[in-house]
């Protein structure tokens, strides 16, 4: 018992001492600051984004404005008339509060459309969407679900005008991304069906202008990122379709296909500001938890014995800058795994903590020490919420193996390599023409004429864990 009572104290003294000894924010911290306060947090191609399906006749940026003006109007009577929502748990009653808030938001949102119905996509089967396995028919009723030309050339300046930003926080609003990719993934299916018709150099064009204008957006927010790869690995399947199809191609269809493909290579240059524009919305949620760093995971319920212990203790030991602190150190890692994934390079072990009460060392003991590290609490919040973005670095990695399959289709196709010669012209391909993984050529089934290419990540367009592409 004496023993116990020791340790207690220790472990209180240490805290003392933490506390009135607070670490100061990091220069790391303050550069990423820095870079944070200089962006614009709300840009006037966010609110075109938002209100991209405004009705004919009403400008999609004003639109857009009364939409999200309409939300917070909606939020500010919610807090007022009900502060306490149901709890997510008493699904009867949360279900009833959603719905009656959402139908609230509605009404407001009817005096921005002025009586008028908002522009939509002509709908498509679930079904159909573009996968390496798109057949014919499929690509048909793509093409046949044209929108509206005003929601095509909104589509087009959205892609070309800047970031898209309603906010740099987790409670901002995010733009209907599904139709400017439904608008996109026309223009994919028409530039697919020009080309079948004859028109191959209109074709080309339309993929070189689509493939620049997605790849501008990718360094602009992790979710722009991926929503980028989404698009290019559709416009790519689209081009590999095509050229696997044709006989033989013109060398200056080949070129601008080829100079299209460049820009996809280069998605990796374009993230160095990405986990920037990350650490600002990361920022916003750590001030709300300075201003609160205790609240219950109950979701509403009262908190038991011990949640409440762990926030007497959370409230008395946090230390906010030295959170901070790890938050930025892990913000930075973060980074460089994105980078090095989407490089297709082999990801670094990271040094274990070199902190003199280092629990990370101790294994399953590492809670025993916690009590006389500074910030224990923060530091276990800090790294339960560390960014992992590598699997998403992982996915650029796998679109720019496509652009590698695709460039080695065109090639073929330019050379007019004969059915028979194609398994010796992929086992000497370029090195641009291979697997960025592994450097080496990619499987070629030659009965079938197809390649096969692993996946590195699920991805919802190319598939679980690898895809085929004719050649």
Not at 165 to 181: C, F, H, K, N
Not at 307 to 321: G, L, R, S, Y
Not at 350 to 359: G, I, V
Not at 427 to 436: F, K, L, N
Request: charge should be neutral.
């Amino acid at each position: 018992m004496t023993a116990i009572l020791l340790v207690i104290i220790a472990a209180v003294l240490c805290q003392v001492y933490y506390a009135l000894t607070p670490v100061t924010l990091s220069p790391l911290v303050k550069s990423l600051d820095a870079k944070a306060s200089a962006l614009d947090r709300i840009t006037d191609n966010g609110h075109r984004a938002y209100g991209i399906r405004a009705p004919a006749g009403i400008d999609p940026v004003l639109y857009g404005k009364c939409l999200l003006a309409a939300h917070e109007k909606m939020v500010n009577e919610r807090s007022a008339q009900e502060p306490t929502p149901p709890s997510p748990f008493s699904q009867v009653e949360f279900s009833a509060y959603s719905r009656r808030w959402a139908d609230r938001e509605d009404e407001i949102r009817k005096v921005c459309r002025g009586g008028l119905d908002e522009l939509s996509v002509p709908p498509v089967a679930p079904t159909v969407r573009v996968t390496p396995s798109t057949s014919a028919d499929e690509w048909s009723a793509l093409h046949a679900a044209a929108p509206h030309d005003i929601l095509r050339q909104r589509a087009d300046l959205i892609w070309a005008a800047g970031p898209r930003r309603t906010g740099l926080s987790v409670e901002a609003l995010l733009p209907p991304y599904d139709t400017l990719m439904k608008v996109l993934r026309w223009q994919t299916a028409d530039a697919r069906q020009l080309w079948i018709d004859g028109d191959v150099g209109r074709a080309s064009g339309i993929y070189h202008r689509l493939l620049n204008a997605t790849a501008s957006r990718s360094g602009d927010s992790l979710i722009d990122a991926m929503i980028s790869v989404a698009a290019q690995s559709q416009l790519l399947l689209s081009v590999q379709s095509n050229v696997a199809a044709s006989q033989g191609l013109d060398a200056g269809v080949a070129e601008q296909l080829v100079a299209a493909l460049q820009v996809v290579d280069s998605t990796p240059d374009r993230l160095d500001s990405l986990m920037d524009i990350e650490w600002a919305v990361v920022r916003a949620v750590w001030d709300v938890v300075r201003a609160s760093p205790c609240q219950s995971l109950a979701f509403g319920a009262a908190p038991s014995w011990s949640e409440q212990a762990v926030c007497k203790f959370t409230e008395w030991t946090i230390d906010h800058n030295d959170t901070i602190n790890l938050a930025a150190s892990a913000n930075r890692a973060a980074q460089q795994a994105l980078q090095r994934a989407a490089r297709a390079e082999p990801e670094l072990l990271r040094d274990k903590e070199t902190d003199p009460f280092a629990c990370g060392r101790l294994d399953w003991l590492g809670p025993m020490c916690l009590p006389f590290v500074r910030n224990p609490m923060g530091r276990i919040v800090a790294g339960i919420s560390a960014p992992t973005y590598a699997q998403y670095g992982s996915r650029i990695a796998d679109l720019r193996n496509l652009a590698a399959a695709t460039r080695l289709a065109i090639t073929a196709r330019t050379k007019g390599v004969a059915k028979a010669d194609l398994a010796a012209f992929i086992a000497a391909a370029e090195p641009d023409q291979r697997d960025v993984f592994t450097g080496q050529p990619f499987a070629f089934d030659a009965a079938g004429g197809r390649l096969r290419v692993q996946l590195r990540t699920p991805s919802t367009v190319l598939g679980q864990e690898s895809y085929e592409l004719p050649l």
